[in-house]
């Protein structure tokens, strides 16, 4: 009982933290937005090309645009030194890093999401292909988040981190990629995108299972 | 809490591997290993590239490039071995707390990164004039691909902590957080190859006459030679740079 | 011996510049690995006496 509560609690701090600082959700948006816009002035405007390298596009821009907010993780909390009640806390940490991470990919795969068909609008892509992309995009950012949460946890006792940040989790983050994007290809061909999605799901809770353990292991690590 | 190697001993006390889990036992050991890895190495390369130059003969349908795959396919193999061995020696150092076990992973790494860099380059070259281009986006060069950016992370990571004792374990846990993703990466991206390509080429593919695969074996085994000479040599710098206040380095040193 | 001359060995069937360019960037790779061992061993060596010293 006592786990839910604090799990909760955990939760429930990011959320408000998010509606309090906006920028901490607007900033990826506004990113997400200006490097979908800038591909077609180096592409040229045909629609039929835009067509093709739109979805690319759109679920890379979502990508690197929730890459910003892994900061957010632990960084700042090592800084104020809340991480320390998150360390002390007799609950499991891998539950509390996973409330963690629920609150800040709902914070950010959300707006994402939503903002996906809209730019969607900019690459001539059918609106049956842009819902599947707001869907892919909202299984891959708590991946990633998941994947990052491993690396930013790692980096709080490190030297340079948002390069470094992106060297490690972006790799890995190849299989969502490939079975989301994936999913929109196929459906922009006319076809069920059905196995596509299923193997996203299945990285998705892959991750799940083991980032959070992995990312209390690396706390542990890093702050020992 | 990690254990210290102190304790770590006693646990395992009458066991005889153990005594070479501390830098000073293993440090002549790896002196040892490297000088006869040397030797096998010199030895081999020149047996194998004698026998792949001026023994084996022209392949029928390659031509003479093909005679890169005497190294392009070690090289490959060993990025994958080099990498594995990185693991587990990660896995060892997180479960027991052995310092040499962290120092045996970084030895590894810089070579299993340059023997991808290798396996990507000849295979560019190689590829032109087989397949007409020098890269496709096959299964196995994007495999290969991303395993450098793996090696490439774990390097980073180890060189970005001030605290050695933490880039080992940081660094550790990464490459098991690599090494459980490679065979997820591997298929995810062979299936992203079959949607994108059809069937791709295989380098390899066809069979090869005896007397190549002899030479490329012998090659395989000069490199394992290779890289085992490189990271015990590697090993050694480490424990001397890490130990250098212990009694027994300084007297080295001194002679 | 299987090759005619010297200068068909090196031009491998014109396909030299492949060949190597292979093993050229396989030695090139090796050498920079042994200076940059080299001088890693000489580094560590120099910061053992110091810290002998010191």
């Known amino acids: 009982m006592s786990l839910r509560i604090a799990a909760q609690a955990v939760f429930r701090r990011e959320i408000t933290l998010f509606a309090r600082r906006k ?23 045909e629609s039929e090309r835009l067509r093709l390298i739109g979805i ?39 539950v509390l890093i996973l409330a963690r991470v629920a609150a800040i990919s709902l914070a950010l795969a959300l707006p994402l999401a939503l903002a996906t068909p809209a730019f969607a609008l900019f690459y001539a892509l059918p609106s049956e292909v842009a819902g599947i992309l707001a869907l892919t995009v909202v299984l891959a950012v708590p991946t990633l988040i998941l994947i990052g949460a491993i690396a930013s946890a790692l980096l709080v006792a490190a030297r340079g981190g948002a390069i470094l940040t992106a060297v490690l989790v972006l790799p890995l983050t190849i299989p969502t990629l490939i079975f989301g994007a994936g999913a929109a290809l196929k459906v922009l061909s006319g076809e069920s995108p059905a196995a596509e999605l299923a193997l996203q799901v299945a990285y998705f809770l892959f991750a799940l299972a083991l980032c959070p353990l992995a990312a209390a292991a690396a706390l542990r690590i890093s702050t020992d | 809490m990690p254990r210290t190697e102190q304790q770590s001993n006693d646990r395992f006390n009458g066991k005889w591997f153990w005594r070479y889990a501390s830098p000073a036992a293993f440090y002549p050991v790896a002196g040892t290993i490297e000088k006869l890895c040397w030797f096998l190495a010199i030895s081999l390369t020149i047996i194998g590239l004698y026998i792949g130059f001026f023994r084996a003969p022209t392949d029928a349908t390659q031509g003479e490039v093909y005679r890169v795959i005497y190294i ?135 069979s090869m006459a005896t007397i190549m695969l002899t030479a490329m074996m012998i090659m395989a085994f000069a490199f394992w030679a290779y890289c085992i000479a490189v990271a015990m040599n590697r090993l050694r710098t480490q424990i001397i740079e890490r130990e250098r206040s212990a009694a027994w380095i300084q007297s080295s040193v001194r002679k | 011996m299987i090759w005619e001359s010297w200068s ?47």
């Not at chain 1, 890379?60 to 030194?81: C, H, I, N, Q, S």
């Not at chain 2, 080099?82 to 790494?109: D, N, Q």
Request: glycine share 8%; hydrophobic share 55%.
């Open chain 1, 56 to 94: 690319g596009v759109l679920f890379v821009g979502a990508l690197l645009a929730a890459m910003l907010a892994l900061p957010r993780l632990f960084d700042e909390d090592a800084k104020d030194g809340s991480l320390e009640h998150l360390l002390t806390s007799p609950e499991p940490l891998a």
């Open chain 2, 72 to 206: 392009h396919v070690p090289a490959a193999w060993m990025a994958m071995v080099i990498y594995l061995a990185m693991a587990f020696w990660c896995a060892i150092g997180l479960a027991f707390g052995t310092r040499l076990s962290f120092m045996m992973s970084h030895a590894l790494a810089p070579t299993g990164a340059i023997m991808a860099a290798i396996s990507l380059w000849t295979g560019a070259l190689w590829g032109r004039p087989t397949w007409g281009t020098y890269w496709v986006w096959d299964a196995r060069l994007t495999s290969t691909l991303i395993l450098f950016f793996l090696y490439v992370g774990y390097i980073a990571l180890a060189a970005a902590f001030d605290d050695k004792k933490k880039g080992d374990r940081a660094s550790a846990l990464i490459a098991l957080v690599g090494a459980v993703n490679v065979p997820i990466i591997y298929f995810s991206v062979q299936w992203w190859n079959t949607l994108h390509q059809g069937a791709s080429v295989r380098p390899g593919g066809s």
């Open chain 1, 23 to 45: 920028s901490d959700w607007a900033n990826p948006l506004m990113f997400f937005l200006i490097v979908t816009s800038i591909f077609p002035f180096a592409v040229g405007s």
């Open chain 3, 8 to 54: 068909a060995f090196w031009s491998m069937g014109g396909r030299g510049f492949f060949v190597w360019g292979s093993y050229g960037a396989l030695l090139i790779a090796v050498i920079a690995e042994l200076i940059a061992l080299k001088r890693a061993r000489n580094r560590a060596l120099a910061s053992a006496e110091d810290s002998h010293d010191a």
